[in-house]
């Protein structure tokens, strides 16, 4: 099993054409095509990480935080403590891989494993990512407009939420003459002809559309299939950032931080006084994500948990929602156990004897003093 295995598994999962487009996801450093001995899954790479992969013999480390963020301006192994961390990553032979806001944006990812931390249910997206599909119309005889339809299937296209397969069919009639260069499958050419023709119309995510054109046009008996592509502004029910959803049973306001106390596993953490007397609805978003709190009251909910709220933002909304500052690392490092739970069915599905682990230690560069 190679390094490229695994991130197309992971892809799969969290594509990295739905991360934010400044973020840095994907390969970080080394050879995706190398043989992988075993993986070490960390929130973060850092000097006691890589320590780790040595001693448990991973040479490949998938990341949440990508190691280059800011571009490289130069490598200096005397004064710059991440190109130091490199040039070990390099000499150790490891890979390093990261998924970043991709992990954000896709169910079952950062905000999806916290709100699941706090058994929340009826989870939705808090926002959806919108305007990253397309509609592909073809216009295809009767008796192929299966095939054709089966084809753009098979490469992505016709998923509308938990819905697979989705496609409108309509009958018509379309026209041609070929000129004498042509091979018409129906008719000959250069006389006009009137088919009796299937319009196709399926959705399909942005990035698979190239695919999906290749595959309809194999599938498709002319030698020049008519299409259009249409951009869409819909919102994409499979990717988004945040979560919402509804607690077991509502709690008064105590009650809710004693157990966000305890199912995310912190002792301190901030919060606003808030105004509610019992909550049922939570949003929650996984790192920073002080600017859906609108999104959370929009949504109704009673309590919003993310990380990185700044003082003024608490004031502001004191009389709105009560909102919880879980701390970034707490927030997130939640969605780890995610990743292993897939890989693991992965290379059990590929009969794989590599070993999957999650850093033990913290990565959280922030610290609380304790007097
Ligand atoms: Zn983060």
């Known amino acids: 099993m190679t390094g490229k295995n695994i991130i197309k598994y992971i892809e799969n999962w969290a594509p990295k054409e739905i991360a934010w487009v400044k973020d840095n996801v994907g390969l970080q450093v080394g050879s995706p095509n190398k043989k992988v001995k075993n993986i070490l899954i960390s929130l973060d790479l850092t000097n006691n990480v890589v320590d780790d992969a040595i001693k448990k013999n991973c040479n490949f480390i998938i990341t949440h935080h990508p190691l280059l963020f800011r571009p490289l301006k130069k490598i200096d192994l005397q004064n710059d403590n991440n190109s130091i961390l490199i040039e070990r990553i390099i000499k150790n032979d490891i890979t390093i891989y990261s998924a970043h806001t991709n992990l954000d944006y896709v169910k079952d990812g950062v905000s999806y494993q916290l709100a699941k931390r706090l058994q929340l249910s009826g989870l939705n997206f808090l926002v959806r990512l919108k305007s990253n599909q397309s509609k592909l119309i ?101 990717f988004g950032i945040g979560a919402v959803g509804i607690l077991e049973k509502p709690l008064n306001p105590q009650e809710f931080l004693n157990f966000v106390s305890e199912k995310l596993r912190i ?15 939570v949003a929650v978003c996984g790192g920073s994500g002080a600017e859906y709190i609108n999104d959370a009251i929009k949504n109704n909910a009673d309590a919003y948990i993310t990380a990185d709220i700044k003082y003024h933002t608490f004031q502001d909304y004191k009389n709105d929602i009560l909102l919880i500052d879980a701390g970034h690392y707490e927030t997130e490092v939640v969605s780890l156990d995610e990743i292993k739970r ?19 230690g913290s990565t959280n560069p922030v610290k609380f003093f304790n007097n």
């Open 267 to 281: 002792k301190n953490f901030r919060y606003n006084g808030g105004i509610k007397k019992s909550i049922s609805k």
């Open 138 to 238: 073809v216009y295809v005889p009767h008796e192929f407009s299966s095939k054709v339809s089966d084809a753009i299937f098979e490469a992505g296209g016709g998923i509308i939420g938990e819905y697979s397969n989705c496609s409108y069919k309509s009958s018509g009639v379309g026209t041609f003459i070929g000129s004498s260069k042509t091979h018409p499958k129906v008719g000959q050419n250069e006389v006009l002809q009137n088919v009796n023709e299937m319009k196709l119309e399926i959705i399909i995510d942005n990035w698979q559309l190239n695919n999906a054109i290749s595959s309809m046009i194999k599938a498709h008996p002319y030698e020049e299939p008519a299409y259009d592509v249409i951009q869409l502004g819909n919102d994409n029910s499979r």
């Open 342 to 360: 897939r890989l693991t069915l992965y290379k059990k599905a590929n009969n794989s004897s590599i070993k999957i682990f999650k850093y033990k």
